[in-house]
């Protein structure tokens, strides 16, 4: 086989890895995550409660001082909780982490005295408040979950094993309540917590209590 031949066969091999490695671009797209958006994540301390008002006076001052290209985004995590109310399932948003929310902004000292600034705005998590440390691409992605093309990944924690469900009477083991007998009304999988309606002086008391408090009755 000449020389020639050889080159033809080589470019050949090199167009078909090329075209294989588009194909392989294009068939598995790049999950886009919020760590990746212009600015950093810090994380700030509210009062209890106060996460929505906090966000909305925050969202009034970037729009009045024009500070949309500074301050980005608000978020107050939440999550899906399943709760028995009334013989019914009912899902709601709870928040993951009450009194915190996430912001992402442009770290400088001005953003910082802007977000703080706000009533019932504690401050940053950090050991330096005036110089926050902020979120890893890790921590974002385990609170916001990175999309394709708009759409959330699912999130690839496993769940804590219990083999609890929701209605099911249990009987508390540990505490003020020990020997008392409910209704598990709600399952925290992550917290491995569970809510149970229990009767305390004729009505009905919801009483938060972690897995190892409980037995099957």
Known sequence: MSDVEFEQIDDEI??????????IIDDEPIAESAFDRPGRWFVVRTFSGHEKKVREALDIVIKNQGLQEEIFEIVIPEEDVTEIRRDKRVTTKK????GYMMVRCRPTVENFQTITSIPSAIGFVGPQKD???????????NIIRPTIEGVEQPMKRKAPKHDFSLGEEVEIKTGPFATFKGLIAEINEDQMRIKVLVD??????????????????
């Open 14 to 23: 090199v167009e078909a890895v090329e075209l294989d490695e588009v194909e």
């Open 95 to 98: 928040r993951v982490f009450p």
């Open 131 to 141: 110089n926050p440390i902020p979120l890893t691409r890790k921590e974002i992605d």
């Open 200 to 217: 305390i002086f004729g009505r009905e008391t919801p009483v938060e209590l972690e897995f190892g408090q409980v037995t099957k009755s």
